[in-house]
């Protein structure tokens, strides 16, 4: 045959015909198709019987349960955190931080997963073995205590009342020294209240049981004890078709629970506590307190020497005055007081501010004061008193010794003030200190201020951070030790702030994420351990679920404890209050604070040295009465700092304790956080019209401590005069996710300590503001 | 779904269960709203009243699973109504041309199947309330995270349009579980991730059409409305408010007295 033209086209138009003929075309489209769906760059998670197992999320106090998949190939893993609709508090529900806690977890880009050790001249981190690390912890702690200065190792902790923070008081206590903090929070403020007026430390409001509510600036809705819980008794208040339940809101801002309720009285911030007693005035004049109750009180009218509060009051606290000073029309403040005072089961609140600092004590008494002329401690829908919790104790209760501590404990009544303490240290004063401990907190971060925070940490020649992430402070630290996350270790939580009965918590390892982590108790007690003699005999546990078996053995069965993961008091503790105060009363006048500070002073010329040198205003008549402090930012707002700087707290966001999630950043609004990961802060029209600022404008917001800059949003409902920025933003780690997301509100925060709790406050801080670019 | 905008207080723990049970993904910038994919969104409004008069609230809007306009009586415009006739779509379902949306009868759902989508999305510029979504990017999965995924969801690839099912798979699991026992998917064992979720209870989920369910009755009441109810959509999320600027704000405001003839006049009779 000859290759001739019509031979080829005669094999060409064959060969096309075969091939369409055979398979061999459409197996190779059919192929190419589902090759072109088999991305092997879309996970496929495998399959697995489903298991459901009980945990309480230490951070959100959330009874919760994990939903687990036990696959072939994957072993068990948690594929989600739902809600327990068994727990009597949460009841079924999650917030943000619980429905995207595995986030954190499963991350190996962000877990820390072997003990790393820093070197310092680059930055570089290399792995060790356990052994290695615990050494060379064990090693300094003993060299440091060696020198005869044990005062030189200082720690911060999270969770004073957990295990591991109860732990590493114990640690503490055994090496000798008194430098320990933990994260602060308004649970110590508000037993701090009520021990001073009622000798009770864990008080509680029955806000599921109360018709009439009262919000004193503490964002109910936002950041308010065990945010689960408390949604609950709001919704039993919005009844349906009718509302069962009043509630109002005094604060700057309209705010979510400004917002959602019924009324919102509108002050300048700061001034809440100076409104409840312009409250216990009006219902004092109109006659509408509870008679009974108050007649069973101490320190209501004038007793010897000593001026009553009832005086006090309608001298110092008139409602004009107090309601021109607040900035809140009269007749509503008038219109709220008579409505609380003829409810049946009212209720005023304090809690924390909107930054999630502690709150200011005299605040928290002014509160207190004005349930206790409603007449309502002890009563259902009123302040109550929680049962103690059935925890044995696992160690040293507190850190008395012969050392100093770094900052005077005469300076109020608690010690616990991580910025004091890191400030004192920073500035060698009275001297300096060798070695920090981090345990939790991420403190580099969370401050309160946090550019002194990592200050101290720079200047600290060793620093030990026990953490599950690689956080802030594992940046800072020389040595980092993986700690677990609350899904995969042993460790427990107390009752969340304001809860009306007394509730525990307990997790367990249901997975391993990281199997090198072990529980920071852990790693206290075989540092212990490393340490021997004394130091050992203090810890003499070998792990945590046998420290957390004697913690709760008055309790029950254990196993059975962890698998239900939590303890709840039966029922709230109705019923007459036993006053542990010293006149056995409820004091109005706290005979309790006046007998410590006299103790503290020596003698009466002292004491009046001693109140002024404490920082209290108003002097002896007022030290130990309910009475409003200006707040510390109001004295810098002359010098160049005309706006207030506070907070925007949202349950988008977290403080304190686990970083806000990849989730809880994709779910937050453009009045947090827009173009390209800016932070944006709300600010009055009124407000930026004056300064010649305009929506969108990029600024640069300075205080004392440090600035941010900011996109600006006009928002009506902001207070003029201040600037409102979001919280726990802006971290240097975790992740593309969150890493460089926004600024950190704590990095510009002014922390002081509030006159006579001693705590570190910071919910306003004095700023200018400048206009970067428009 | 009915969703009470009184006991909503934003917090977003809807939308986080949502995306944790069907895994969704976090790109590198979220704060581009158009292409971050949020099944349920949050949104927030406020009352545009001067300090102190200012109120804000909050709008969680998942997929409306519209059943799509239909004429006939007011009553029936209202509530639910009968099989669809032929003028009657979901605005998605009827541009669709890859059929990888559709609406069933027997649940009220509008289904998506990512794997049919050819990613054309007529459906996202058909749905006036933008709870369609397109994936413009591959989700950048950190290290070890695709161990928290689901396995009854298929993590979905880049160029395909997502939205919210009411948890379908949810659905699936109770049918599967009803049918093993014989008996009826009951309110309670199907609910969908939000629902369960919300610590307000603010969500309420069920049958409209059934007279035991709590969504039923809910649904008669003056303070209920539905977004851009003109356009005739019939979507099948109700949101519930007592506050009238809230209502307002739904675009289609109703009084009880016109409540009827509005909806006649919005149907051309």
């Not at chain 1, 945590?544 to 039966?570: I, K, N």
């Not at chain 2, 695709?146 to 699936?172: D, H, I, N």
């Not at chain 2, 629902?195 to 989920?205: D, L, M, N, Q, V």
Request: aromatic share 8%.
């Amino acid at each position: 045959m000859q290759w001739d033209r019509r031979a080829f086209i005669k094999l060409a138009v064959g060969g096309v015909l075969g091939v369409h003929a055979s398979p061999l075309m459409w197996k190779l489209m059919d192929d190419s198709t589902i090759w072109t769906q088999n991305w092997s760059w879309v996970p496929v998670p495998e399959d697995g019987a489903v298991a459901f197992a009980n945990v309480v999320n230490p951070q959100t106090g959330t009874g919760a349960k994990a939903r687990l998949v036990q696959g072939r190939v994957d072993g068990t893993r948690a594929i989600r955190v739902e809600g327990n609709p068994e727990h009597p508090l949460s009841k079924g529900g999650v917030v943000p931080q619980d429905a995207s806690a595995l986030q954190l977890l499963y991350n190996t880009d962000i877990r820390v997963t072997a003990p790393l050790l820093r070197d310092r001249a680059t930055g570089r981190y290399s792995k060790l073995s356990w052994p290695e690390a615990l050494d060379i912890l064990a090693g300094n702690l003993a060299e440091v205590s060696k020198q005869g200065k044990p005062e030189a190792i200082m720690a911060l902790g999270h969770d004073p009342e957990s295990a591991t923070g109860q732990l590493l008081l114990s640690l503490m206590a055994a090496l000798g020294s008194p430098n320990l903090a933990f994260t602060p929070n308004a649970g110590e403020t508000l037993a701090l209240a009520g021990l001073a007026m009622m000798g009770q430390t864990d008080l509680g409001f029955d806000l599921a049981n109360s018709d009439y509510v009262i919000s004193f600036g503490t964002p109910l809705l936002e950041n308010f004890g065990a945010p689960v819980a408390t949604r609950k008794a709001f919704a039993s208040w919005r009844g349906f078709p009718k509302n069962s339940g009043f509630l109002a809101q005094i604060e700057s801002r309209a705010s979510v629970t400004a917002s959602q309720a019924d009324m919102w009285l509108a002050c300048r911030p700061g001034t809440e506590g100076a409104l409840a007693l312009a409250m216990c005035t009006i219902m004092i004049q109109e006659g509408l307190y509870d008679q009974a109750a108050v007649n069973a009180s101490f320190g209501f009218k004038d007793e010897g020497d000593f001026k009553g509060f009832k005086s006090f009051l309608l001298k110092n606290y008139r409602r004009e005055q107090v309601a021109q000073m607040a900035g809140v029309p009269l007749e509503k403040l008038v219109k709220l007081t008579l409505g609380f005072a003829k409810a049946k089961k009212a209720v005023a609140v304090c809690g924390p501010g909107n930054s999630s600092d502690p709150g200011r004590m005299y605040d928290f008494m002014a509160v207190l004061a004005l349930n206790a002329l409603k007449g309502n401690i002890g009563k259902p829908g009123g302040v109550l008193v929680q049962d103690p919790l059935p925890l044995k104790s696992i160690g040293s209760t507190s850190l008395r010794g012969n050392v100093r501590p770094l900052v005077d404990p005469a300076q109020g009544l608690d010690s616990n003030n991580p910025d004091a303490l890191a400030k004192a240290a920073v500035a060698g004063k009275p001297y300096g200190i060798k070695t920090l401990l981090l345990v939790g907190g991420n403190f580099v971060f969370n401050g309160p201020q946090a550019g002194v925070m990592e200050e101290l940490a720079r200047k600290t020649p060793f620093v030990v951070a026990m953490t599950p992430y690689l956080d802030e402070s594992a940046s800072v630290a020389d040595l980092v030790l993986p700690t677990t996350h609350w899904l995969e270790g042993w460790g427990d939580s107390t009752s969340p702030y304001g809860s009306p009965v007394a509730c525990y918590g307990l997790h367990r390892p249901l997975i391993k994420a990281v199997p090198q982590a072990k529980d920071a108790g852990e790693v206290l007690l075989q540092v212990a351990s490393r340490l021997g003699g004394k130091i050992a005999a203090a810890l003499p546990y070998k792990n945590m679920e046998e420290v957390l078996t004697a913690r709760t053995q008055a309790m029950g069965d254990f196993e059975q404890l962890a698998e239900q993961s939590f303890w709840v008091q039966a029922k709230p503790a109705y019923g007459p209050v036993k006053f542990q105060t010293p006149t056995g009363r409820f004091e109005f006048f706290s005979m309790g604070l006046f007998k410590l500070l006299s103790g503290r002073a020596g003698n009466p010329q002292n004491l009046e040295r001693l109140v002024a040198m404490m920082g209290v205003s108003g002097g002896l008549e007022a030290a130990f009465l309910p009475h409003w402090e200006a707040p510390a930012a109001a004295d810098d707002l002359g010098t160049g700092m005309p706006l207030l700087l506070t907070a925007v707290p949202s349950l988008r966001t977290t403080w304190g304790g686990d970083a806000i999630t990849p989730y809880m950043v994709k779910v937050l609004p453009d009045t947090m956080l827009a173009d390209m990961d800016k932070l944006v802060v709300e600010m009055n029209p009124q407000t930026a019209h004056e300064l010649h600022l305009y929506d969108g404008d990029l600024i640069r917001i300075d205080s004392v401590a440090g600035s941010l800059t900011a996109k600006l949003s006009l928002f009506a409902g902001a207070a003029p005069g201040v600037v409102y920025a979001p919280v726990g933003l802006g971290h240097g780690a975790f992740g593309f996710q969150v890493e460089g997301k926004g600024m950190n509100f704590n990095r510009a925060a002014k922390v002081t300590t509030d006159p006579m709790s001693g705590l570190p406050v910071w919910e306003l801080t004095a700023v200018s503001v400048e206009k970067v670019q428009g | 779904m009915v969703i009470d905008l009184d006991k909503c207080t934003g917090c977003g723990a809807c939308s986080v269960a949502c995306m944790s049970e069907n895994n969704i993904g976090v790109l590198h910038n979220e704060t581009d709203k158009i292409r971050s994919i949020t099944w349920m969104r949050v949104y927030q409004i406020d009352n545009g009243k001067a300090f102190p008069d200012t109120e804000v609230a909050f709008i969680p809007r998942p997929c409306m699973h519209c059943q799509g306009g239909k004429s006939g009586t007011p009553g029936q415009a209202f509530f639910q109504e009968g099989p669809m006739d032929e003028a009657a779509h979901p605005p998605c379902v009827s541009v669709c041309p890859a059929t990888a949306t559709d609406y069933d009868e027997d649940t009220g759902i509008v289904s998506q199947i990512p794997t049919r989508c050819i990613g054309c999305r007529y459906c996202v510029a058909a749905c006036p309330y933008h709870a369609r979504y397109f994936n413009w990017y591959d989700v950048p999965w950190p290290k070890g995270s695709p161990r928290a995924l689901s396995p009854f969801v298929s993590p979905r690839m880049r160029g395909v349009v997502e939205k919210c099912t009411f948890c379908f798979q949810r659905y699936q699991a109770a049918r599967n579980k009803a049918m093993v026992s014989g008996g009826e998917v009951g309110e309670m064992d199907y609910q969908t991730a939000c629902t369960e979720a919300c610590p307000s209870g603010a969500i309420t989920f069920g049958q409209l059409q059934n007279p035991e369910h709590k969504v039923h009755k809910l649904i008669s009441s003056d303070y209920t409305f539905r977004l851009l109810e003109r356009l005739h959509t019939n979507p099948k999320v109700y949101y519930m408010s007592k506050r009238e600027w809230v209502r307002k704000m739904a675009d289609n405001y109703v009084t009880r007295h016109n409540k009827f003839a509005q909806a006649a006049a919005q149907s051309g009779h």
